[in-house]
């Protein structure tokens, strides 16, 4: 049995290298991995707050249309050209 064991030929040399660069190949596609990753949670982060500030706004526009709701009405028409009668 231990003459078995320590009878390599070139197959196993190849599959060892083949594990090698399997292994290398391995760290280097994890590393690759963690980057993109950490990107897609900073651009994750930046959609939340996109969408914060997105729903924010439109808030303040709901609210401006109810307190101001004569704002168009004090505008002159510009099509007619005649003066609006403020409310």
């Known amino acids: 049995m231990r003459a078995l064991l320590q009878c390599r030929d070139a197959a196993d040399d190849h599959l060892t290298a083949e594990l090698v660069h399997l292994d290398n190949l391995k760290k280097m596609l994890e590393s690759h991995l963690n980057l993109v990753k950490i ?8 959609r939340e707050r996109l969408t914060a500030v997105f729903r924010e706004r439109a808030r303040v526009i709901d609210l401006l249309c109810y307190a101001m709701p004569c704002v168009g009405a004090l505008r002159d028409d510009t099509v007619t ?4 009668i403020p409310l």
């Open 39 to 46: 990107q897609l949670q900073t651009l994750n982060a930046a």
């Open 81 to 84: 050209g005649k003066a609006a």
